[in-house]
């Protein structure tokens, strides 16, 4: 079922130009059989220079076509292609040279499928794969080995579990979603009520989980990252979102379309972040905050109320020696005294 196809393409250089509309300068019939970087690129290769810092690599490169912008292409003698926005550009290029096994249509026998389920007929199931009651497994889906779709499920057109992927329940995936080893969706959020009955101690109890995860269409989900289903209504990402590694996302969290986060940041239930915003690593989002369109926030920070205007925001202190950092922490405390001296100070007569 697993057909490996690494045959090496092959295109020239007017080939690639006119498949994604890019200008050309130079020789058009050099051929390129992969990528490589600007500075270790060899003959055969596409590299590209979109950072003006690198320009320096350019003229000793051995990249036998380079991506890059107009104004970067004055002057050079070799072959050259020329896009506004080279690095996307590279992007899309480089697809051309990813190898990728071909996977034909068709169920593993170890997997096992509920009767009530639903696979289309060129969809592709690993091995050990199982699916839930009532989920629907749609045209053209790859499930890789390992991977787990519980009840009431949709995993849409085109879309690909790489492998050990769990979408838990209520889950619905929409065409040409890409989810990464490790993921899981769809588990139980993070709900819990204290109950401080007369009779005992206070304890909790657990709210149940009622909704379920709404990905919209062509969203990217990194390795063990983690969206947890909604109380009632659903955590939702909407089109084209992307997730990287060991993300967390809460329950009832909504992420607008076209929204990018890095590794190990996190999103406590019921926030909504909008659409267009980047969202650094390591940083974390509280609870029932909204954040606008086309936000960034920096690696490392702690976002504490709602972002209403546009632009890019940071907390946290920089990185210092430890000496430093100790004295400027005690000082920190002082920051309240300091202040209430300095406003009192200013409202003494001149």
Request: one cysteine or more; charged letters at 25%.
């Amino acid at each position: 079922m697993l057909t490996p196809d690494f045959t090496a393409p092959d295109y020239t250089a007017r080939e690639l130009a006119e498949r994604f509309a890019l200008g050309l300068r130079g020789d058009g019939e050099v051929r390129v059989r992969g990528v490589g970087t600007l500075a270790r690129a060899d003959s055969g290769q596409l590299a590209f220079l979109a950072n003006p810092k690198y320009r320096g690599q350019l003229a000793d490169s051995g990249a036998s076509v380079v991506v890059m912008r107009e104004a970067d292409a004055e002057g050079y003698a070799g072959t050259a292609l020329i896009a506004r926005d080279p690095y996307a550009a590279f992007a899309r290029l480089a697809a051309l040279f990813e190898p990728r096994p071909l996977r034909e249509p068709g169920i593993h026998p170890s997997a096992a499928i509920d009767p009530s389920a639903q696979v289309a007929d060129d969809a592709h199931l690993g091995a050990f794969v199982s699916i839930g009651a009532r989920s629907r497994i749609e045209s053209g889906a790859v499930l890789g080995p390992g991977c787990i779709v519980g009840e009431d499920c949709v995993v849409g057109a085109g879309s690909e579990l790489v492998a050990r992927v769990t979408l838990v329940t209520r889950v619905r995936l929409g065409r040409r979603v890409l989810i990464h080893p490790g993921a899981v969706l769809g588990a139980d959020g993070f709900g819990l009520a204290l109950a401080r009955d007369p009779d005992s101690e206070p304890h909790w109890i657990k709210v149940p989980q009622l909704g379920g995860v709404s990905v919209g269409d062509d969203c990217e989900i990194g390795a063990n990252t983690t969206i947890d289903r909604g109380a009632i209504e659903d955590t939702v990402l909407e089109d084209d979102v992307r997730l990287d590694n060991q993300i967390q996302i809460g329950h009832n969290v909504k992420i607008g379309a076209h929204t990018a986060m890095a590794g190990c940041s996190a999103v406590a239930g019921s926030a909504r972040i909008g659409r267009y915003c980047m969202v650094g690593g390591a940083a974390g989002i509280l609870g029932h905050l909204e954040i606008c369109d086309r936000v960034t926030i920096t690696a490392m920070s702690l976002v504490t109320s709602s972002i209403r205007e546009p632009g890019e925001y940071s907390s946290g202190t920089p990185l210092m020696d430890n000496l430093s950092w100790r004295k400027n922490a005690a000082r920190f405390k002082q920051l309240d005294a300091l202040a209430r001296r300095v406003a009192a100070a200013d409202k003494e007569p001149k």
